[in-house]
């Protein structure tokens, strides 16, 4: 079965201090992505990677970082998180009609 | 103009309803079409994929893309509460990236 774990699934932080966001996929595929989901803004892509030490910005990488070491594992990395940052955060392995979304990360920065 | 439009509702029905859900979009590079389902607190699940202009059924579920008029429906059938979810329309071609319309919230009521 298709699987995108994430962890942690709830975080609540404080403005500052770095945090990172894990994600694994046991698809074997070589397409990974990151999106926040807003009220109002919908899903927004981060960052996105199509291989291994491949990864592209997507449409709101400000204030993010992502590595690609492993084709399983795709972090989020917030160096310095603020609270524009506080958000509903997914994981996607796959692209087009074999995507799928982990469960969700749900950050809150103070 | 966005790249996709999608009325966020909410939209509210009686159980047995043909429910009709839309997204116009506006890059002509777009060639597939998605659909996803978001459960409250879940990730986002592939509901429907079509490419090109067309229709797709697959049980009480019937997407419709016009590419003409940049005009794409979702249709669900015989609506259960078990459909009350977000919808969301993805349109993706031309690059690698996916972009998501903002999502219908779609309560089926028994």
């Known amino acids: 079965e298709a699987q995108v774990t994430q962890n942690p699934r709830y975080l609540i932080t404080v403005t500052g201090k770095k945090l990172t966001v894990t994600c694994s996929q046991n698809?074997?595929?070589?397409?990974m992505s990151w999106y926040r989901q807003d009220p109002g803004l919908g899903l927004r892509q981060i960052y996105y990677s199509m291989n291994v030490e491949v990864t592209d910005k997507g449409d709101v990488p400000e204030g993010y970082k992502v590595s690609r070491k492993e084709k399983r594992n795709f972090p989020l990395i917030l160096e310095s998180p603020s609270p524009n940052q506080t958000s509903l955060y997914f994981c996607?392995?796959?692209?087009?009609?074999?995507?799928?979304f982990g469960p969700g990360t749900r950050l809150t920065v103070l | 103009q966005k790249e996709v439009e999608q009325d966020p509702g909410p939209l509210s029905v009686p159980e047995g309803a043909i429910v009709s859900l839309n997204c116009t979009y506006s890059?002509?590079?777009?060639?597939?079409f998605m659909w996803y389902r978001q459960y409250s607190r879940k990730g986002p699940e592939l509901l429907m994929y079509?490419?090109?202009?067309g229709n797709k059924e697959d049980g009480r579920f019937t997407a419709q893309v016009d590419k003409s008029s940049k005009y794409i429906s979702l249709f669900i059938r015989d609506s259960q509460p078990s459909d009350s979810a977000t919808y969301l329309c993805?349109?993706?071609?031309?690059?690698?990236?996916?972009?998501f319309g903002k999502g219908t919230k779609l309560t089926v009521n028994p």
């Open positions: 079509t490419y090109s202009s």
């Open positions: 993805a349109p993706q071609g031309g690059s690698e990236k996916l972009v």
């Open positions: 996607a392995g796959g692209f087009g009609d074999t995507q799928y």
């Open positions: 890059n002509s590079a777009f060639q597939y």
């Open positions: 698809m074997n595929h070589e397409y």
